[in-house]
């Protein structure tokens, strides 16, 4: 049995880092919870649309640690152009997401068509940017829609923009179905997915009546479950951490009324990879851990490790538990599986 692990530069392809001061208290987590590379989210409020809020948005983050690598995006909106996509380019950002709109937070001003932005995704395709899709569409009586099948009724259109846009770069978003599984295997190399540390834990039982469980997409089936960690055992190379850690204040997780939902997220990034190698242990996975975590997403990004670049060392331990709460000043986020055993732990070299 493996008591100790080096992981080459991880990268978390998929991270919430919030704004302002609760993004200042965020952001060094990312490297205790033992990254080196965090991919962006851009839907703050407002969302970062364009190339100069996504620059002064690193700069903020830079400005909480500047030891991370901060790969930004921008939100799919009608104000991205053709123009603008090769303007941030040039300046270095990644990717734009897009968000079908009111399915998750801060995705009110989300997408209903995509054809409307075929000329956007043809400048990306040009520009070689990638599109990170939220794989899911709204809720919908009619059509007997929920947040229980918004995703396999998603997969038409990836199946659709990947035919359209071949080489294009596509990431399917945090994966949570056998469907979407599947889908992405069956499509070409430009087409890669995201899987999350808390949807290989979770499935509908956790989350519901459990509100810091409630996240977009939600857990599903533990058929569904299955099929991410067997993708992970595979290896199969299109598939990669994205830990889609999402940092709400505890009030807005720990309460609802008739009028107003608990906040949908999960806040896994100060455990990360400790979290990762827990639960690939509880599956015999733990060998396909740096290729999850760092080789399979830096190779779909085309951003390898740096000549040097430190490893992070884990080691199994006994009797250690997440913490309850992590606070500084007025700030404070509860962790995924607070107060629950964890087998493995970062250490110094």
């Given at each position: ?54 620059l ?6 830079q ?7 901060y ?26 997401k ?11 001003g ?12 043809e ?58 599984v ?42 569904d ?34 009028l ?10 100060a ?21 999850f ?8 990004y ?26 500084q ?21």
């Amino acid at each position: 049995m493996t008591d100790s692990l080096a992981v080459a530069a991880p990268a978390d392809f998929h991270v919430h880092l919030r704004q302002g001061a609760f993004a200042a208290f965020l952001a060094p987590y990312v490297r205790k919870g033992g990254f080196r590379l965090a991919y962006v989210m851009p839907n703050l409020r407002p969302p970062i649309s364009n190339t100069e809020e996504a620059l002064l948005y690193r700069a903020q983050l830079q400005a909480a640690d500047p030891t991370i690598d901060y790969l930004m995006t921008l939100y799919l909106s009608p104000e991205l152009t053709p123009d603008e996509v090769r303007k941030a380019k040039s300046a270095g950002v990644v990717g734009v997401k897009s968000y079908p709109r009111g399915v998750t937070t801060n995705s009110d001003g989300g997408i209903e068509s995509y054809e409307a932005y075929y000329t956007v995704f043809e400048a990306m395709e040009q520009e070689d940017m990638v599109l990170n899709l939220h794989g899911e569409v709204p809720s919908d009586a009619s059509t007997n829609t929920c947040v229980l099948n918004a995703e396999p009724a998603f997969l038409p259109h990836l199946r659709k923009l990947h035919a359209r846009f071949p080489r294009l770069r596509i990431v399917l978003e945090h994966a949570t179905t056998r469907a979407a599984v599947e889908c992405v295997k069956s499509l070409g190399d430009t087409v890669a997915c995201t899987i999350t540390a808390h949807h290989l834990a979770l499935t509908v039982d956790d989350w519901a009546g459990q509100s810091w469980h409630f996240c977009k997409p939600v857990a599903k089936y533990p058929d569904d479950r299955q099929a991410l960690r067997d993708v992970i055992k595979e290896g199969h190379p299109r598939f990669f951490l994205g830990s889609d850690s999402a940092p709400h204040s505890p009030h807005t997780k720990s309460t609802a009324s008739p009028l107003h939902a608990c906040a949908a997220g999960v806040y896994t990034s100060a455990v990360l990879l400790p979290l990762v190698a827990h639960l690939l242990d509880s599956f015999g996975a733990l060998d396909r851990l740096e290729s999850f975590v760092s080789i399979n997403g830096r190779a779909f990004y085309r951003v390898p490790v740096a000549p040097g670049e430190d490893k992070v060392f884990i080691r199994r331990t006994s009797g250690k538990l997440i913490e309850e709460q992590l606070v500084q000043g007025e700030q404070s986020v509860v962790p995924f599986w607070a107060g629950n055993p964890i087998g493995w732990e970062i250490v110094d070299s």
